[in-house]
Nanobody
């Protein structure tokens, strides 16, 4: 069984930075793509970005491109979301997810993921 645990959320001012982490457990985790999604109050969950565990490729939503960076550490079975130049509209609960095996690249939709973490709150003021 796969478990994903996010951490690193908090309260920051606009223009600041946060680094989120997602620690994964389970069999053969390294052969799956990983993704980040977020959900603001009263809104649908939206795609943030994804990283390929096998090839090292990354893909981002236009809203975060150039500001957010996804990285991986396969030894520690962890993926990170580095968030710079944060804006108030980035306020949301952020979730990491493991992609379904065999899904096409890039994995931009919720239905392309099978396992989800509990989420971590990111709040950007002013």
């Amino acid at each position: 069984q796969v478990q994903l645990v996010e951490s690193g959320g908090g309260l920051v001012q606009a223009g600041g930075s946060l680094r989120l982490s997602c620690v994964a457990s389970g069999r053969s985790f390294s052969r799956y793509n990983m993704g980040w999604f977020r959900q603001a109050p009263g809104k649908e969950r939206e795609f943030v970005g994804t990283i390929s565990w096998s090839g090292g490729s990354t893909y981002y939503a236009d809203s975060v491109k150039g500001r957010f960076t996804i990285s991986r550490d396969n030894v520690k079975t962890t993926v990170h979301l580095q968030m710079n130049s944060l804006k108030p509209e980035d306020t949301a609960v952020y979730y990491c997810a493991r992609g379904l095996y065999g899904s096409s690249w890039p994995n931009r939709y919720e239905y392309e993921y099978e396992y989800w973490g509990q989420g971590t709150q990111v709040t950007v003021s002013s």
